[in-house]
């Protein structure tokens, strides 16, 4: 969400930050967004100008009665009469007004920062580092080719009980896939200093709100439509309110774990170091913007499992956290030794609560290029004003947003793609890397 202020104070800054971020005509956006705030204020006023003089009228018509001045009297209850009115009619501009503001500023992008390179798309990004030397000898085969010859990648049997984008695995496959999650939490839960969580997968709007997927983003998500005695079970004296409430299946653990925070005024001792949390979830994505893309194997699914890792910080300490956080998912991949490079991306790129977003890329020889496993980003103040989330500094009345940051440490799928496309051998089986062996019983192959 924007400051109001701001916008009011700096508009030609929202003008050339949206503008940068591919919006169409931001300066008749902008000249809407201040219209719209003049009207609302204007209703305000008029509203608290008209309270004022109905309460005083009110006082007036006592004395007048007192006075026996009827004639004074019923005057003023005329005026009172009238200014009630004006007070409805202020107020009824004011909600809707106030509604359509909100709407619209909600449906707006976070600003970059300004070291965020300009760009329209993808080919914008700017690449920072590589780790890794890309693996282009030997055999080269697609995971989902690889998967399906060991007997233990099964897409046919998904589709006929979910549809497309889904899938089964079994055998040592589904256990390195555990493995693999396991591994990332803890790592970094021991290692890095991440608060291990395990959250709600499903949650009501407010949460989605706050975290930027809605209003924007509706149509790539589950949505769970509740019905009275459909989902749930109703207990006993529970209104429809409590049992029909729609809610969303997670897309990422961002959702669940930034919203801890929601409503919350945290103390500037609580953020003396940023608070760090983690969860390994399964996500949900209904992907409806990417038809065509990755349609078989394990890349683009509607379910799969994830790792994220959240922070929480005060203004002057994200900059950091955000180098830090890229830092715990890059180490990771280094770990599993999987071939990497960390992409900054460009304004045209970057998701839509992002004020700043680093990628990494591992390398898939099927492909012979690298694809993104990890996105890590700082939202600044952005979803903190959408949640309302705050900190109070020692000494002072006033409080200020904090500084939310979100960042996957892996998506657990597309680094199973990874490990089985890097680490595969002439004979069709998969290596185990080093680190995950004493997850998998110590075996070093997966195959037979």
Request: aromatic share 6%.
């Amino acid at each position: 969400m924007h400051d109001i202020r701001a916008i009011r104070e700096n508009p030609q800054v929202y003008v050339a930050g949206w503008s940068s971020r591919g919006v169409d005509e931001a300066d008749g956006l902008v000249a809407d967004i201040l219209r719209l705030d003049a009207e609302l204020r204007h209703a305000q006023t008029t509203g608290q100008d008209a309270l004022a003089k109905r309460n005083a009228a009110s006082k007036l018509i006592g004395a007048a009665m007192g006075k026996k001045d009827m004639a004074e009297a019923d005057r003023l209850k005329a005026e009172v009469e009238a200014l009630k009115g004006d007070i409805a009619a202020a107020a009824e501009i004011e909600a809707r007004v106030g509604k359509e503001l909100r709407d619209l500023l909600a449906a707006q992008k976070n600003l970059a920062a300004e070291d965020v390179p300009d760009g329209e798309d993808e080919a914008g990004n700017v690449e920072v580092s590589t780790w890794g030397e890309p693996r282009r000898t030997g055999p080269a085969k697609d995971h989902a080719d690889l998967g399906e010859a060991l007997g233990m990648l099964d897409f046919e049997a998904a589709a006929k009980m979910s549809g497309a984008r889904f899938a089964v695995l079994k055998g040592l496959l589904a256990r390195l896939e555990r493995a693999v999650g396991q591994f990332m939490l803890d790592l970094q839960t021991d290692q890095h200093g991440y608060l291990e969580v395990n959250p709600p997968l499903l949650v009501r709007h407010n949460a989605m709100y706050g975290t930027g997927q809605l209003p924007k983003f509706e149509e790539d998500l589950f949505k769970i439509v509740g019905e009275e005695g459909a989902l749930w079970q109703a207990p006993a004296g529970a209104t429809r309110e409590m049992v029909a409430a729609d809610r969303y299946l997670i897309p990422t653990a961002e959702v669940s774990l930034t919203n801890l925070v929601r409503d919350a005024i945290l103390s500037e001792d609580d953020l003396a170091t940023p608070m760090r949390m983690t969860a390994l979830t399964p996500c949900f994505r209904a992907e409806a913007g990417s038809a065509g893309r990755d349609t078989r194997g394990l890349i683009r699914q509607h379910q799969f499992s994830k790792v994220e890792m959240v922070s929480i910080a005060r203004p002057e300490d994200s900059e950091a956290e955000h180098e830090r956080m890229t830092a715990c998912a890059e180490a990771v991949l280094k770990a599993l030794e999987l071939p990497f490079r960390r992409m900054l991306l460009c304004k045209g790129d970057m998701g839509f609560s992002a004020q700043k977003t680093f990628d990494l890329e591992v390398w898939l020889p099927s492909q012979g290029t690298y694809r993104e496993i990890s996105s890590c980003s700082n939202c600044g103040d952005f979803q903190a004003r959408r949640m309302d989330a705050r900190f109070k500094r020692a000494g002072e009345k006033k409080t200020e947003f904090v500084h939310t940051l979100n960042g996957s440490g892996l998506a657990v799928g597309r680094t199973l793609v990874a490990i089985m496309e890097n680490y595969q051998q002439e004979d069709g089986r998969i290596a185990v890397p080093t680190v995950l062996q004493p997850y998998m019983g110590g075996l070093t192959h997966v195959g037979a």
